[in-house]
């Protein structure tokens, strides 16, 4: 476990300390899964290069299948820093490069998933003491957090 940790800790400092240069227009050069949602939040990152999925069991059962950790980020459309991440991160063509091939990405919108954020948000605030959004969290193939 420890060395799991490790490994992602070396990977999120590569995804967030990334040069936001390589940020392209996003508008309409990607589509991931998001493209079918209803939530504006969640419609707002459907033209990121991360392969952003809803939560819902078929996401849940291909992180299962391919042994992958999730990475769950959680946020809202009013949010600033919310929007502050998606523009310097998950529009980052090499960020999203890293998340891809080493996680299956998960978008929720806590104001229609109220209770996936609570779990996570629960856990977060046990690992460190705080919390708040966006809300980033780690969690292994079968949804158990691990880092935030």
């Known amino acids: 476990m420890r060395k799991l940790i490790l490994i992602f800790s070396f990977q999120l400092a590569i995804v967030f300390t990334s040069n936001s240069q390589n940020t392209q227009n ?6 991931n ?21 809803a939560w819902n069991e078929e996401t849940l059962a291909k992180a299962k299948k391919e042994n992958k950790l999730i990475l769950i980020s959680v946020g809202y459309a ?3 820093w919310c929007h502050v991440m998606e523009h310097e991160s998950f529009e980052d063509v090499e960020v999203a490069q890293v998340m891809n091939s080493n996680y299956i990405n998960i978008k929720v919108d806590r104001e229609e998933r109220p209770n996936i954020d609570q779990v996570y948000m629960n856990a977060i605030q046990l690992m460190t003491g705080q919390g708040g959004w966006p809300l980033n969290v780690v969690a292994l193939p079968d949804g158990r957090p691990v880092w935030g």
Do not use: D, G, R
């Open 26 to 31: 996003m508008t309409q050069q990607f589509t």
């Open 33 to 53: 899964n998001l493209i079918y949602e209803t939530s504006p939040y969640l419609l707002q990152h459907a033209h990121n290069p991360v392969n952003w999925f």
């Open 78 to 80: 009013a949010c600033h």
